[in-house]
T-cell receptor
Framework: TQLLEQSPQFLSIQEGENLTVYCNSS?????LQWYRQEPGEGPVLLVT?????EVKKLKRLTFQFGDARKDSSLHITAAQPGDTGLYLC??????????FGTGTLLAVQP | EPEVTQTPSHQVTQMGQEVILRCVPI?????FYWYRQILGQKVEFLVS????????KSEIFDDQFSVERPDGSNFTLKIRSTKLEDSAMYFC???????????????FGPGTRLTVT
């Protein structure tokens, strides 16, 4: 069974700081997605990465997919309180089944 | 913007009772999913549904679980005889197509919190 480990589990930082969270797999990803989940809501898709080495940017968020497609990172520049939430990576299978990672809970203090 | 809706937002039930969780997917979507998230644990896939059939189900989705699309809009998850360990957030999701057909995302509902006492 594939395991998606995310690190760190928890992260509390001050507004304006930069941070990186990681997602590592025990096997090669087919396609990888990053989601953000806020309390009382379902996950919301941020990005999909497909190709090894791919880098995608979404405003202050930068997503990298490892060359070997077994790891991915999410970097946030100048974090804001509105970035607070649970960040989830997920592998999406060809059948559209999502296998979620363990999650990183981010708290950005004003 | 279209969204997936779920009712109720919170359901409390006694062990052994049947519960039905309801979802209204986005209207032009063809693929439907249920996931669950036990408190403090990761989101887990339960089942996917397409063309009025289950496409795939996980080991969690045993005989106590069933899904149905009773009309053109609702998508339901039934748990026949609830157990304490069924307590979790249940998320419904829908997508327009399969990922291989163009990378369509799954849109998640806000979830139903099920508490089994």
């Amino acid at each position: 069974t594939q395991l998606l480990e995310q690190s760190p589990q928890f992260l509390s930082i001050q507004e304006g700081e930069n941070l990186t969270v990681y997602c590592n797999s025990s096997s090669v990803f087919s396609s990888l997605q990053w989601y953000r989940q806020e309390p009382g809501e379902g996950p919301v898709l941020l990005v999909t990465v497909v190709t090894g080495g791919e880098v995608k940017k979404l405003k202050r968020l930068t997503f990298q997919f490892g060359d070997a497609r077994k790891d991915s990172s999410l970097h946030i520049t100048a974090a804001q309180p509105g970035d607070t939430g649970l960040y989830l990576c997920a592998e999406i299978k060809a059948t559209n089944k999502l296998i979620f990672g363990t999650g990183t809970l981010l708290a950005v203090q004003p | 913007e279209p969204e997936v809706t779920q009712t109720p937002s919170h359901q409390v039930t006694q062990m052994g009772q049947e519960v039905i969780l309801r979802c209204v997917p986005i209207s032009n979507h063809l693929y439907f999913y249920w996931y669950r998230q036990i408190l403090g644990q990761k989101v887990e896939f339960l089942v996917s549904f397409y063309n009025n059939e289950i496409s795939e189900k996980s080991e969690i989705f045993d005989d106590q679980f069933s899904v149905e699309r009773p009309d053109g809009s609702n998508f339901t998850l039934k748990i026949r005889s609830t157990k304490l360990e069924d307590s979790a957030m249940y998320f419904c999701a829908s997508s327009e197509a399969l990922i291989l057909a163009g990378g369509y995302e799954q849109y998640f509902g806000p979830g139903t919190r099920l508490t089994v006492t």
